[in-house]
């Protein structure tokens, strides 16, 4: 009886959990994104930041996908998704880095 019990109470607490995943696949492809598209940057809105379009790797093509408004998270600065090369022996790669938040940097003189 007790061990049905803890593993009531363990399946409780493990199912109550909240899940926080982020998945991320980086992989590699040969043909360079091309230039951003030029975009009508919306009017600021209180309590957002402008996230810009970018190239997405889908279905062995790159597709733009449209800027959009994302929550502002205080003390942090957002990255934009961006695209970075890597030159290996048998050639240059593309991996897209996705827009993600950092903590801001204080300078103090």
């Given at each position: 009886m007790?061990?049905?019990?803890?593993?009531?109470?363990?399946?409780?607490?493990?199912?109550?959990?909240?899940?926080?995943?982020?998945?991320?696949?980086?992989?590699g492809?040969?043909?360079?994104?091309p230039?951003?598209?030029?975009?009508?940057?919306?009017?600021?809105?209180?309590?957002?930041?402008?996230?810009?379009?970018?190239?997405?790797?889908?279905?062995?093509?790159?597709?733009?996908?449209?800027?959009?408004?994302?929550?502002?998270?205080?003390?942090?600065?957002?990255?934009?998704?961006?695209?970075?090369?890597?030159?290996?022996?048998?050639?240059?790669?593309?991996?897209?880095?996705?827009?993600?938040?950092?903590?801001?940097?204080?300078?103090?003189?």
């Amino acid at each position: 009886m007790f061990a049905r019990c803890v593993a009531g109470i363990f399946a409780v607490v493990i199912l109550s959990a909240p899940v926080h995943a982020a998945v991320n696949f980086n992989f590699g492809v040969e043909i360079a994104p091309p230039p951003p598209r030029v975009e009508v940057v919306p009017a600021p809105r209180p309590g957002y930041i402008w996230a810009p379009g970018y190239w997405n790797w889908e279905g062995g093509r790159h597709v733009w996908v449209d800027g959009r408004w994302v929550g502002e998270r205080r003390g942090y600065a957002y990255v934009p998704d961006r695209w970075v090369e890597y030159r290996e022996g048998r050639g240059s790669h593309w991996h897209r880095e996705p827009g993600h938040w950092e903590r801001e940097r204080h300078h103090y003189h």
